[in-house]
């Protein structure tokens, strides 16, 4: 969307560029002065519409999802681990950083008693927006050892609702410290009715708010099992 936008502005400045050219002209001036100017004219006119129309709505959430296909990533994921006893959950955040214009993938490491025992960061993204899907390199550290930093990368594999909205899908990280280690992971995202009804509030604002949110989470799956082992 944001190439299609770009078009257009040197579309429009260039329109603007000949008319201001023809304008200049019929004042008499020469005719290489006027050509110089005109073309100045043509260049400050799409910066400024390639400001206005792609880069200001990058500040603005809605108006993110307008111009930059990247968007339907944004939002908190829970990744529910498939082999990390200790801590089954991550919160994940995919966000955008308007002030480095980058985006930022960051999650926490949550037991099933809500406590969060690891904090992990993206330090490369790659986005398939066609293919829903983002490849991550990062660096994670448990909470209580300041010293144990590992790195990895990983993959999220997300799927769309009948809406064409992503809600789910699955991936796996790969640590790749002193010993190798890979896990595989299902993905659900948090909704605004999610966070309603597990903490009756619209964002995650704490800690606490992640702890709460998991913790409530797992005692919902815990829930869901049990009722589908006694129906067997």
């Known amino acids: 969307m944001r190439e299609y936008i770009k078009l257009v502005c040197i579309a429009i400045g260039g329109s603007i560029a000949v008319k201001f050219n023809a304008f200049l002209l019929s004042k008499n001036l020469d005719a290489l002065y006027s050509l110089v100017i005109s073309g100045l004219f043509a260049v400050i006119m799409y910066k400024i519409l390639e400001y206005i129309l792609t880069e200001l709505p990058l500040h ?31 919160l994940v955040s995919v966000g955008y950083i308007p002030e480095d214009k980058v985006y930022h993938l ?35 550290r448990i909470i209580d050892d300041e010293a144990d930093v590992t790195s990895g990368y990983g993959v999220m594999k997300l799927e769309q609702d009948h809406k064409g909205k992503l809600t789910r899908g699955a991936g796996f990280f790969a640590d790749t410290g002193s010993k190798f280690f890979k896990c595989n992971y299902l993905i659900e995202k948090v909704t605004q009715q999610t ?13 606490r708010d992640v702890e709460e949110l998991i913790k409530k989470y797992h ?14």
Do not use: H, M
């Open 219 to 232: 005692s919902s799956r815990k829930s869901v099992e049990l009722g589908s082992n006694l129906s067997k």
């Open 106 to 140: 960051s999650g926490y490491g949550v037991g099933s008693d809500g406590n969060i025992k690891s904090k992990w960061n993206s330090t490369e993204l790659l986005f398939n927006t066609k293919k829903n899907e983002i490849v991550y390199c990062y660096e994670s």
């Open 195 to 207: 966070l309603q009804a597990c903490l009756d509030k619209k964002d995650l604002c704490s800690n």
């Open 60 to 90: 603005n959430k809605k108006l993110r999802r307008v111009v930059e296909p990247k968007s339907k990533f944004e939002g908190e994921w829970i990744f529910e681990l498939k082999n990390l006893k200790d801590r089954p959950y991550s």
